[in-house]
């Protein structure tokens, strides 16, 4: 059982960033692929990005719409999740969930078992 808490939202401007984390405990952090998905109010959750586990190379998929604005990345050693958000605009106004994956389709929210409480991030114009 994984058990995962966000960090890291607030309130910024146009343009500014923010960096959100997510610490893992109650499991082994490296053995889950790690995804990042959003919900703004009225809308269906969305994907942000993922990562897979060290052992199958790492590798990062970011949705489409975010690719050069926002970056997922993980430190195993401190069993946490980033995701790295620049050039933010008042639509990426929504709640952010981590979540840990036991498998599937990267993209797919019902590919991941464990989810965090979420963090809200809010951008002004």
């Known amino acids: 059982q994984v058990q995962l808490v966000e960090s890291g939202g607030g309130w910024v401007q146009a343009g500014g960033s923010l960096r959100l984390s997510c610490i893992a405990s109650g499991s082994t952090f490296s053995m889950y692929a790690m995804g990042w998905f959003r919900q703004a109010p009225g809308k269906e959750r969305e994907f942000v990005a993922s990562?897979?586990?060290?052992?199958?190379?790492?590798?990062?998929y970011h949705a489409d719409s975010l690719k050069g604005r926002f970056t997922i990345s993980r430190d195993n050693a401190k069993n946490t999740l980033y995701l790295q958000m620049s050039s933010l605009k008042p639509e990426d106004t929504a709640v952010y969930y981590c979540?840990?994956?036991?498998?599937?389709?990267?993209?797919?929210?019902?590919?991941?078992?464990?989810w965090g409480q979420g963090t809200q991030v809010t951008v002004s114009s």
């Open positions: 979540a840990a994956s036991t498998g599937g389709r990267y993209y797919l929210p019902t590919s991941y078992y464990y």
């Open positions: 990562i897979t586990i060290a052992w199958s190379g790492g590798s990062t």
